[in-house]
């Protein structure tokens, strides 16, 4: 791994969803060329097929706001907090469906904070296995 993600500890699930959810969304013009560039670092903590998923660039300009991040040198800070949800689907040992609050701000561009709750599904081979991503969801405020 690299980006410090090699960090993480993986067998706490919450730890490797805030870890997956913080790459996701963290993009530095300095260091990265696309948008994208963030799902690339994502999918580290990903399954295979998810991480496929996400390494699969869309072939579209990078829009008006990484246009204007990227002219202001600009880059973004991601806070994200697990919160309750309602009626989760039942978890398990190698399975787990967490819940989070995830704020974008970006800094060197004029934009307001990106507010979504993020609903996480993690899975591990067996209970020593460490945790990936299986998918995530996001809903915006």
Known sequence: M?????????ADAAATATAFL???NAQDTAMDTTPWNAADRAAQLATSSYAAQLRQQ???????AWNAMSAAKGY?????KQ?????PPPSSPTEKYLTFQVVVTTHG??????KSSTFVHLQRAT?????????SMASYE
Do not use: C, F, M, Y
């Open 2 to 10: 690299k980006d410090g993600l090699e960090h993480v500890n993986r």
């Open 22 to 24: 913080t790459a996701l």
């Open 58 to 64: 869309v072939i579209a300009a990078p829009g008006a």
């Open 76 to 80: 973004t800070t991601v806070a994200v």
């Open 83 to 87: 919160i309750p949800a309602d009626d």
């Open 109 to 114: 561009a004029k934009a307001e904070p990106l």
């Open 127 to 135: 209970s020593s296995a460490p945790w990936q991503v299986a998918s």
